[in-house]
DNA sequence: TTAATTAATTAGGTTAATCTAATTTATTTT
DNA sequence: AAAATAAATTAGATTAACCTAATTAATTAA
């Protein structure tokens, strides 16, 4: 089995694969996991004799497929114990991330399948993230960035790109729920800002950082 | 925080502490730990060192209270999460032994009290081992060895000395199930097999081994 | 394209948790 | 009580995961 820290590592190659290309920085790595550059080297170099990484010097790692599926693996418990935390247990969207950081490296793969059964096999955390599927197949989102959306689009908010307590808490407050249908009704040109009409609901305006931090599913053009 | 490791040695000094009297002895730690004694020594001088144990070269140790309240919630955490796996999961009570080991470490009191809401605030385990209540606080039982009845004498299972899927599978297999009424119907003198009633059942007959690893709660004389 | 800057690696250490082999301390047995 | 046995400790290593300081490699700027 893989011990937690190699598969936070693997964790965070994944991620930042996905967000910024093929290869990973070591300085990438040593940032989102909070230690300092010689550790993360030296641990590339251990995760290479695994395979779990394709390491060169100075070029960066990617993952192997092995490594792929084990990162894979982490998310999808992760995600699935975020929705059985919120679900389930009453937390808020905002708290639960830290105790799924935990409960993600629980290693059973009859665990989490019947964690996904128990739960009615959801198909997104509680922040509209997709949960891959037992044989570690995310589905491919049409999201877009609310921020993309032109004037009189509308769409339906389906995810959020900051994770954040505090953006997730000004949702709240704001009363931006997740499946909320959203309408754009201006774009201010000097700062961006926009007014969106949420259903049922009077006009909000949003900064541009929260526009582009909000998934939406764009409506088909009528 | 603790780390997992402390918390399993905390684990069983407080098992041992129980079972077999005050002070416990680095080999007895060694064998249920599966490591071998000098590792014993260290962890237990640096566990010493964070006032979790004392310890006295050559003469075991005990818990502090520090080191009783760790102890303790981890019992906790353990058997609230076997309830979980059994009653919500549906895993069979041999079965979850080896994940509650892992699911126990999991570090937030306020998850193990929202677990403990969302199970119902069980007071025993699925194998009738007491759940430790919120404040560190067990439930005194007054179960005894069926064993110990004496021809004649009735009472109700309530949980089980040996938990080892063998025995658990057994009982499963005899229809013996925790809640069940038992009536001792005979005592065989030269073996000790107990022939025992159960609720609507005919009789069974049952080893010493095994009468000597049912806990009953036994019924008051009419 | 050389110089300056930034990123990554090597070298050498630390800590927790483990090990084996050797030694010391306790407990039994004769 | 001395000898034999068993239990516990010390000594010295190992491994994973981290660190700082020094060096090398890669990138950007002049």
New interface residues.
């Given amino acids: 089995m893989h011990s937690f820290t190699e598969e936070n590592y693997l964790k965070a190659i994944y991620k930042l694969q996905e967000a910024n290309g093929l290869v990973v920085a070591t300085s990438a790595l040593a940032q989102v996991l909070e230690v300092h550059a010689p550790s993360v080297t030296d641990m590339l170099k251990r995760m290479a004799g695994k395979k779990l990484v394709t390491y060169q010097k100075s070029k960066g790692v990617k993952l192997t497929e092995k490594g792929r599926q084990v990162a894979v693996g982490i998310i999808r418990n992760h995600r699935l114990w975020e929705v059985f935390?919120v679900d389930?247990?009453?937390?808020k969207w905002d708290e639960v991330h830290d105790?799924a950081e935990?409960?993600e490296h629980?290693?059973?793969e009859d665990?989490t399948n019947?964690?996904d059964m128990?739960l009615g096999f959801p198909k997104a955390d509680p922040h509209g993230d997709p949960i891959p599927d037992a044989n570690g197949v995310l589905p491919k989102s049409k999201a877009v960035l609310l921020s993309t959306l032109k004037m009189g689009e509308r769409g339906t908010f389906t995810g959020v790109t900051d994770h954040t307590p505090a953006f997730l808490n000004y949702l709240d407050k704001s009363g931006i729920s997740l499946g909320n249908s959203i309408k754009v009704k201006a774009i201010e040109e000097f700062d961006q800002t926009y007014t969106i009409q949420l259903k049922d609901k009077k006009d909000t305006v949003i900064s541009y950082k929260v526009a582009n931090s909000l998934l939406v599913n764009k409506a088909e053009a009528a």
């Fill in positions: 935390l389930k247990l009453g937390y105790l935990q409960l629980i290693h059973s665990l019947k964690l128990f």
